[in-house]
């Protein structure tokens, strides 16, 4: 079974910075791609960073520059370190692991219960 455990939200000033992570069983982590999503209320699902296998990654636009991810793969885990926070960064972010052609794709198959970030202005 999988199981996808993200940890580190809170609420932050902006201008401060978050570290999330998310730790992952039940699969083959180091063959996997992983992405960060977010949703804020009354807005859609935003892939915020994904990275594949090998460790290539993307970013959304309005992330670039102050997100990174990463990932350990001695420890299964996948991090997201937020810097320069924003209010607007404000949302539910949600771990999602999948294969690398999901990675092209957009699309995941797992998904974690969700991390919530607030900013405060």
């Known amino acids: 079974q999988v199981q996808l455990v993200e940890s580190g939200g809170g609420l932050v000033q902006a201008g401060g910075s978050l570290r999330l992570s998310c730790a992952a069983s039940g699969i083959t982590f180091r063959l996997s791609a992983m992405a960060w999503y977010r949703q804020a209320p009354g807005k859609q699902r935003e892939l915020v960073a994904a990275?594949?296998?090998?460790?290539?990654?993307s970013y959304a636009d309005s992330v670039k520059g102050r997100f990174t991810i990463s990932r350990d793969n001695a420890k299964n885990t996948v991090y997201l370190q937020m810097n320069s926070l924003k209010p607007e960064d404000t949302a539910v972010y949600y771990c999602?692991?999948?294969?690398?052609?999901?990675?092209?794709?957009?699309?995941?198959?797992?998904w974690g219960q969700g991390t919530q970030v607030t900013v405060s202005s």
């Open positions: 990275i594949t296998s090998a460790g290539i990654t």
């Open positions: 999602a692991a999948g294969t690398n052609s999901d990675y092209y794709r957009k699309d995941y198959h797992h």
